[in-house]
């Protein structure tokens, strides 16, 4: 919700998409392809510092 209201909307998809997606790739590295969805928690907030968006 805050990453919407800063950025514009196309924008803040992408950085989602693309915080989602690493999150997943970093979370599967650890625990294979059996995973939850809760499992990535951890990482998004990484990969979006990574990428450079606002938090």
Known sequence: GALF??????????????ASGRAGMR???GRGNGMLATDMLDYIPEELFRRGAPE
């Open 27 to 29: 979370a599967s590295e």
């Open 5 to 18: 209201c800063q950025v514009p909307a196309f924008e803040a998809a992408c950085t989602a998409a693309y």
